[in-house]
């Protein structure tokens, strides 16, 4: 950028914070530096009180502040001098004209908007909390970064006091404070258009904004040759985002993303019926329930035990010792549960790789909400998958109807299948995957996948005969040809789960009239990508 000064020490200030972490300290340092502060509000009075020579903005301006504070800064005397260009001969002479002074230094940061969220603050607290005053001067500051300084977080005081001491703030720290505070003002308005979207029943306009904090540097993103960061956004969701890490190492990008899938699908079941869930690059590898956590992780475990080596745990109540002992045997990554017990904390402590994250609850799968997917150029947005399948909304479509057993474990493994990358088919027996097909280009190669591993999984629990011989099947999405079926009915499955609604959904019922076996259609598919 040509004609900025590569340092500016500066002369003036303005602190108007919300968040005064710091403030004292930082706006001494300042005025120990010759700096004249002005202040507005509350960061006036802590400054005062502190013994910190201050100037009120309204004095500065010859205007006072009105409407409750809703006009205090918008005022040609602030902007003028934050957006005016220092060497400018026309700039220079209408701030003379007009008695605008610069102001070199801004240290904003923002209504607390996106806090008056998360507690659930009524709709009128929540306008109030939106702020247009400070937006409008960090825009202004960043913009003129040739000049000024801008700081949004207490994070940055320190090095800015450090360059002061150095001859003054140096250009690049100036124009990268500049870029991080278009991102809070940009990340701010994002909060501020989903509220409004959730008002306004969730969905999206023309228009969308995504925005979050950072959280975490992570060391690499899905390969070492890729960087990634993790943000926070505003959603109020218990998972990952939220929860405590209470011990191991630094979580991953891959741990991130498959410890979410894992909990978003252990929350599928009750919380009064304990599940377990395994999950492995983001699909399951097993998924139980049972009278303990204990039990439904052994079943859960049986599945396919190979995959579940170095997998990621997911429990829908509070980890136990006993749960914890057997699932320590092998090497796990993460575990995930919405608390755990002392000697449970103890037990996982022991391993000092081993993450543990407790979330204080479960995420709703009913709940709205909107997820999205960057592609060449774009955003795909679209409504979280929050379809719940009951047996109400089953249709019996073959000659026999399932019966009570296998009804219990079609629901169930239709909640699985939400879960698993298309094309997918999971089989479940007694409140257990048996075998999880995921991921294929074609239906039928699911279907023999799943089978495969439920004999795999036989063999190796020393069982006689195949895990999917007496379970149930599940498909994501209709049968296109009777073939899949039949591959399922081959591995031993006795009742089916799908969608319906293919055009051979005659010849699929056929197939499955000729076999003996249950069918029933759901009429929601879950397509996974």
């Not at 102001?103 to 247009?132: C, H, K, Q, S, W």
């Not at 890490?245 to 079941?269: C, H, M, P, R």
């Not at 097993?286 to 009278?291: D, H, L």
Request: hydrophobic letters at 45%; charged letters at 20%; proline letters at 4%.
């Amino acid at each position: 950028m040509a004609g900025h000064p590569d340092r500016v020490a500066p002369k003036r200030a303005l602190l108007s914070v919300s968040d005064k972490t710091g403030l004292i300290e930082f706006a001494r340092a300042l005025a120990d530096r010759g700096v004249e502060l002005l202040t507005t509000g509350g960061s006036k009075k802590l400054l005062s009180e502190a013994g910190i020579p201050v100037t009120e903005v309204a004095d500065f301006t010859g205007f006072p502040e009105i409407m409750d504070g809703r006009v205090k800064t918008l005022h040609p005397k602030v902007h003028g001098g934050l957006l005016a260009v220092r060497d400018d001969a026309g700039h220079a002479k209408a701030m003379a004209d007009h008695g605008i002074q610069p102001i070199d230094i801004l240290v904003v940061n923002l209504y607390p908007f996106e806090e008056t969220i998360a507690r659930g603050a009524g709709y009128e607290e929540t306008i109030e909390n939106i702020d247009i005053g400070g937006p409008a001067m960090i825009r202004a500051a960043s913009k003129n970064h040739a000049y000024v300084t801008v700081l949004v977080e207490p994070a940055d005081y320190e090095a800015v006091i450090a360059e002061m001491d150095q001859g003054g703030v140096t250009f690049e720290t100036r124009r990268r404070l500049a870029a991080k505070a278009y991102a809070r003002t940009g990340a701010y308005d994002a909060a501020i258009s989903g509220w409004f979207a959730s008002v306004l029943g969730g969905k999206t306009g023309d228009f969308v904004a995504v925005g979050g904090k950072l959280a975490e540097d992570m060391r690499y993103g899905e390969n070492p040759h890729q960087w990634a960061r993790f943000y926070r956004s505003t959603e109020i969701r218990p998972g990952v985002s939220t929860a405590t890490q209470l011990q191991g190492k630094v979580l991953s990008y891959n741990n991130i993303n498959d410890t979410d899938a894992a909990f978003e699908l252990v929350a599928e079941f009750d919380r009064s019926v304990p599940a377990v869930a395994i999950i492995k690059h983001a699909n399951p590898c097993g998924v139980a329930t049972g009278a303990t956590l204990l039990e439904a992780y052994v079943k859960a475990h049986r599945c396919d035990p190979v995959s579940a080596y170095g997998g990621i745990v997911a429990l829908n109540g509070t980890l136990d010792a006993d749960t914890a002992k057997k699932i320590v045997e092998i090497f796990t990554e993460v575990i995930i549960a919405p608390s755990a017990t002392d000697e449970a904390i103890a037990i996982v402590g022991a391993k000092k790789n081993l993450r543990l994250l407790v979330t204080g609850g479960l995420p709703d799968p009913k709940a709205p909400g909107i997820t999205a997917k960057t592609v060449a150029g774009g955003l795909l947005v679209q409504s979280r998958d929050n379809g719940v399948v009951t047996a109400a909304d089953l249709k019996v479509v073959t000659k026999r109807a399932p019966t009570d057993a296998e009804l219990a474990d079609l629901l169930f493994a239709f909640k699985v299948c939400k879960h698993v990358k298309s094309n997918a088919i999971v089989y479940v027996k007694d409140g257990a995957t048996a075998g999880i097909g995921a991921g294929q280009m074609n239906r039928v190669d699911s279907s023999r996948i799943a089978a495969i591993r439920a004999a795999e999984a036989a063999e190796t629990a020393g069982f006689k005969e195949s895990l999917a011989k007496g379970s149930v099947v599940a498909s994501d999405a209709f049968f296109p040809f009777a073939d899949g079926l039949e591959s399922a009915i081959a591995a031993g499955a006795t009742a089916a789960i799908q969608p319906g609604g293919s055009i051979h959904d005659a010849e699929v019922i056929a197939a499955a009239d000729k076999a003996g076996i249950a069918m029933v259609f759901t009429g929601m598919r879950h397509f996974r990508h």
